[in-house]
């Protein structure tokens, strides 16, 4: 799979993904694009439409007055707006009626413009107008050094797309972090999980979704392991900032929660991530119980930029939150990035 797969999905429903308007839905509706699962297919189950599809459809188009055929398209707000680095448009079981070609733009459009206002932003063409298969995913490496906010899928002429998935880096708005107390760990401050040992049921970043956990395959969940030690997860820190609050959550996790977890923080300016000498300890060896919160002070000031999560010795964790305040080196990063990202 291409490498931006490992990245998070900007758009995807449970990071605030949203379809805000389409040309047309008349087979299935626009929001399915952005939905979390897998696209799924039952055979034969024939609505007053048709045979029903997980994803959306759109028409058959005919030539207008003008004899022009035009095309069909779907605006998607991006629940974390950021850096696009790859596009999958997937088809999955549209085998008669998938579009030939398709195209992707993205605008940057900060507040909360309506449907009319988007169409006149300033689109730019991330992807150019590719051939598509049907029943397929299909996979578009992005390379414009930008944040947006939104993309549109644009398909010619028409048919059937199961799944957008839009794959990138969270780009925060710094004016919305500064000066308060915010959750350091957030994947939507931009925060990521940079390594763990041990992923077979889910991902570790899933810990830094936002909400609740609705049930255990929303957190992360390790193996059992059969050998000596612990797993472990690396947090990189949304920016440098003092952590002053840890909240684990096991809810959902009755059976194969941890048995204790542990905390260390660093300075990857100062330290080096596999040093064992450079962590210190923020949180020490601490029982924890199934299917609860948790939630720790911790008495440090340090500033750091990653936090190492151990859980001992496996198991798994439905969120992890870490609560505090960004150092002014913090905020100065997140704005010089934010400045070098916005639209031109």
């Known amino acids: 799979m291409d490498a931006f797969a490992s990245l998070p999905d900007l758009a995807v429903r449970t990071l605030g993904g949203s379809v805000v308007a389409a040309s047309d839905e008349s087979f299935e509706e626009k929001e399915n694009l952005i939905n979390p699962w897998p696209p799924a297919f039952h055979p034969e189950t024939f609505g007053p439409k048709g045979q029903e599809y997980d994803g959306w459809e759109t028409a058959r188009r005919r030539p207008g007055d003008d004899g022009e055929l035009g095309h069909d398209w779907a605006i998607v707000r991006l629940g974390l707006p950021g850096v696009i680095r790859g596009v999958v448009v997937d088809t999955a079981w549209f085998k008669g009626n998938f579009p030939p070609h398709a195209s992707v733009e993205a605008c940057a459009a900060d507040g909360h413009p309506s449907p009319a206002e988007l169409a006149d932003a300033p689109w730019v063409e ?59 760990a957030a994947l939507e401050n931009g925060a990521r999980v940079v390594g763990c040992s041990n992923m077979f049921y889910s991902a570790p ?3 830094l979704f936002p909400g609740l956990a609705r049930n255990q ?44 977890v542990s905390l260390a923080g660093l300075d990857a300016r100062a330290g080096d991530l596999d040093d064992p000498a450079a962590w210190h300890e923020l949180l020490g060896r601490t029982r924890v119980q199934p299917d609860g919160r948790h939630r720790f002070r911790l008495e440090q000031d340090r500033e750091i930029t990653h936090v190492r999560l151990d859980v001992h010795p496996d198991g798994g964790l439905a969120r992890l939150r870490l609560y505090g305040d960004l150092t002014p080196d913090g905020e100065r990063l997140l704005t010089r990035r934010w400045n070098e990202l916005a639209a031109p």
Do not use: C, Q, Y
Not at 137 to 144: N, P
Not at 222 to 245: F, H, K, S
């Open 217 to 260: 395959a929303e957190g992360w969940e390790t193996a059992r392991r059969r050998d000596p030690g612990n797993d472990w997860a690396i947090v990189r820190l949304a920016a440098p900032g003092v952590v002053r609050l840890a909240e684990i959550d096991t809810t959902n996790l009755k059976f194969n929660a941890p048995g204790h």
């Open 126 to 184: 991330i992807v150019p107008r590719s051939a598509l298969e049907g029943d397929a995913a299909h996979a578009f490496a992005v390379d414009v050094p930008r944040r947006f906010t939104h993309v549109r899928l644009n398909i010619h002429p028409d048919g059937g797309v199961a799944r957008l998935r839009v794959h990138g880096e969270v780009v925060p708005d710094p004016g919305l972090l500064r000066g308060l107390t915010v959750d350091l």
């Open 205 to 207: 970043d899933n810990m």
